[in-house]
């Protein structure tokens, strides 16, 4: 057997699938070993071990999947596009039914410096030469099962990394870490990674995607949308709504936050982009004030107030319960809520308006 060492995923809160199990793979890909030096936004300097149990393979693993969430887009929406039990996307250009599309992928493969072929509806078999060439030259792959997707969540799931090979077969890692040795199992959707590449995106690309997505129509057709349901909840509808909010604060607390980590930390694929040492400092100021920064109406500790309204968090899974139902009912309640997601929408739109002037400066 030839195999890649590769972190199992997800290693924390990593809800989209793709980027989880893309940012594994990556891994080895962009040279990350147990030497590499990784920078801790808390203490503001590389890590000198001060936690017993800091592992800095998956502290990489980690900001990694912070970074690639945050340059695509998909950190400032309020869904994730593959979902499609969203009313409508919160980014620009999904629809309903999206897979992964070539334009996002390569965008982001750009990005990365990686260099990748796409294969779609092909065995274990059919891909064991492609792979085993890969696989020897230290790049892995990704599968994914993307045509059936009907059971509720399963597109944070489908996304798998293949990290060797046998004679027999290709040894995958599904989500969560178990690796199988598989030799006919048919995929959708194959992702080989095939070498390091020139990056051709620019820090203001970057810049420019995150603000093209925070000033998108549909985020304020959504704060309507949610202004106007907590103005007519019923005891028919009041789970469906209760259940609809948490979704929705799931992805944006778990997204801006993962963003501002990203802008803050001084060491990453993004900071690499740009020598411009006081813009960076200008864009960590902007994104710390108004999505991480404890006790400042920011939008990570709002979307836990939002989860505390309804009597949700860790103990119940994130997800609402039967006292959330008879919450949301009341009107003072309701009033909160829509007070909450009024500072979520106003801290988007003040980091919009940050990004605009440094955009139209040049």
Known sequence: MNKLSIIPFPTGAESDGFIAALSSAAMPCLGFNPDTPYWCGPKGSYCIHCRN????MVRHQELLY??????????FGFDYPEDDSADFHTIPGIETGWRWEESFLSNLMDFAGL??????????????????LS?????????????????????????????????EGICVMHHGGQ????????????????????RRQTYRDVLERIYRVLTDPSHDALEQKICEELSNVTEENAQ??????????????????????VFCSCDNLLSALTDDQALKNRLKELFFSRYIKNDNDETHG?????????????????????ASFALI??????????????????????????????????
């Open 179 to 198: 690796t199988f040795t598989e030799t006919d199992t048919i995929y959708n959707d194959w992702i080989l990674i095939t070498g390091r590449a020139a």
């Open 135 to 167: 696989i020897d030259n230290g790049y892995p792959a990704l599968c994914a099962d993307t045509e059936n997707l009907a059971e509720d969540g399963a597109w944070s799931r489908c996304w798998n990394a293949v990290c060797g090979y046998t004679r």
């Open 240 to 261: 469906e709504i209760s259940c609809k909010i948490m979704k929705i604060n799931r992805v944006l607390i778990e997204g801006r936050a993962y963003a501002g980590e």
């Open 302 to 322: 709002t979307g836990w107030k939002i989860w505390h309204a309804l009597q949700a968090g860790p103990q119940t899974g994130y997800l609402p319960v039967e």
């Open 115 to 132: 260099s990748y072929e796409r294969y779609l509806h092909k065995s274990a078999s059919d891909m064991h030469e492609a792979i085993r």
């Open 66 to 75: 912070y970074t690639f969430l945050t340059v695509c887009g998909m950190a």
């Open 329 to 362: 009912r009341q009107k003072k309640v309701q009033d909160e809520l829509r007070r909450l997601f009024r500072i979520v929408f106003d801290n988007d739109r003040a980091v919009a308006q940050g990004l605009k002037e440094i955009l139209d400066a040049g």
């Open 53 to 56: 149990n800091c592992d800095t």
